[in-house]
C-alpha cells in the first residue's frame, strides 16, 4: 500500500454471491500500474469494487493463441477430463464459452465432439459454429424459418441443448457468475456436463496476497476458493462429480481449481 492509498475510503459492499455485506479488503496495486479494491467474503468469494472494464481484442486473442506451448497448454484440460466426462454422457455437443483460441475446440473436434464456441472478443468473425456475443444475453436456439417448422417446433424456435458446456477461466469475467451457472444448467441436455476451470483464491495462503497473480483489475470481477464454487453449482442444482486444486503451469493457467459437474437427470 503507498501513502496515497492510506486515504481511500473503504465502504462496505454486498457480495455478488451471497449478498452478504463485507469490508475486508485487500488494496492491489499490479505490475502495470493499475489499483484495484477487492472484497473478501466469509463464503469463499473475493470480488471488486467495480465491474472490469477490460476490452477483448485482436491483440488479447494473439498474446494466448501464440504464447508458449500454446497448443499444449490449452488443450491439457480436455487431455486430462475428456475421457471422465465421455463416461457421464453419450451426447457429443459442446459449447466452449470464451474459448478466445480454437485449440481446444480442435482437440475435441479430433475425439469426435460437435463444438461450438461463443466469445465477446469484438474482432472475431462470428459465423459457422463460432458465436459472438455475451453468453449470457445470447439467444443459442434454432429459428424455425418456414411456417412447416414453425408449427414442428410449437413456436418460432427449436430449443438447443448441449452435452457439455466448457467455461475454462471465463467465469471470473462475468458480473453476475451465478447467471451464467443457471444459464448454463439450462442449456445442457438431461445428461449434460459442466467443466468449470476458475482462479482459487484458497492459493492465496500458499503465495501470499502479492503472489498470487489473479487479481486482475481490467478483467477478472470474482474469485472463488474450491468449497464456494461447489456449494453455488450444487445449489444451482448440478451434481458435482470431480473439483481439484491445480498448481501446475502444463495447463493454461495455474493456481486454480477444476471442477466437473453433471446436470442431475433423476
Known amino acids: 500500500m503507498t501513502e496515497s492509498d492510506k486515504s481511500v475510503n473503504i465502504e462496505p459492499k454486498a457480495c455478488p454471491v451471497c449478498n452478504v455485506t463485507t469490508n475486508y479488503v485487500y488494496l492491489m496495486q499490479e505490475g502495470n500500474g493499475q489499483k484495484g479494491m477487492w472484497y473478501r467474503c466469509s463464503c ?28 499444449v497448454k490449452l488443450s491439457h484440460a480436455g487431455y486430462t477430463y475428456a475421457s471422465v466426462i465421455e463416461e457421464l454422457t453419450y451426447g457429443r455437443m459442446m459449447l466452449d464459452v470464451g474459448y478466445c483460441s480454437t485449440k481446444n475446440m480442435d482437440f475435441f473436434k479430433e475425439r469426435g465432439w460437435l463444438p461450438w464456441g461463443i466469445d465477446v472478443n469484438k474482432d472475431i468473425g462470428g459465423q459457422g459454429r463460432l458465436y459472438k456475443g455475451d453468453f449470457l444475453t445470447y439467444d443459442f436456439n434454432i ?19 448441449f452435452d457439455l458446456i466448457w467455461m475454462n477461466h471465463v467465469l471470473e469475467h462475468f458480473n453476475d457468475p451465478l447467471a451464467v451457472l443457471r444459464k448454463a444448467y439450462n442449456l445442457l441436455s438431461e445428461t449434460g456436463v459442466l467443466y468449470i476451470g476458475v482462479p482459487d483464491a484458497d492459493f492465496i495462503l500458499k503465495t501470499g496476497v502479492e503472489g498470487y497473480a489473479h487479481f486482475k483489475k481490467a478483467e477478472h470481477y470474482t474469485l472463488w476458493t474450491e468449497d464456494a464454487l461447489k456449494r453455488e453449482v450444487e445449489r444451482i442444482g448440478f451434481k458435482v462429480i470431480l473439483s481439484r486444486r491445480n498448481y501446475s503451469s502444463r495447463y493454461s493457467s495455474w493456481y486454480d481449481v477444476h471442477l466437473i459437474a453433471q446436470k442431475r437427470y433423476f
Open 44 to 71: 469463499g468469494v473475493i470480488f471488486q469494487s467495480e465491474y472490469p472494464t477490460g476490452e477483448y481484442d485482436s491483440k488479447y486473442f494473439i498474446n494466448i493463441d501464440t504464447a508458449k506451448e500454446a497448443a
Open 143 to 161: 429459428p424455425a424459418s418456414t411456417k412447416e417448422l414453425k408449427e414442428l417446433a410449437g413456436g418460432d424456435s427449436f430449443e438447443r441443448k
